[in-house]
């Protein structure tokens, strides 16, 4: 498992209950075959996670992709998830899908 790279504290209502949290994106891994695995996670919705790519920044770019599919999915399903400001979509609001 590669070593943290990137954390970003980020707020999570569901329901009325708020909780403080915290992104984490790990630094890429070359595992085999030309493929590099990224490791993340993202509190209370997303644990041990992996995505690969052909090179360490296709593979950061994944995790991003990842995250920010996650965070608007979760965000249609009534949480709220932000960063600074509530709407910001954990900071992620410009990550092309």
Known sequence: MGNV?????????FRDKAIDGKIVIKTPVFVAD???RCDLEMSLLLENSHVWGLDPLYAFYCALFLLRQVVEGSCEDGWEIWWREKGDFAGLKTIAL
């Open 34 to 36: 030309n493929k590099w």
């Open 5 to 13: 790279l990137f954390d970003r504290p980020i707020h999570l209502n």
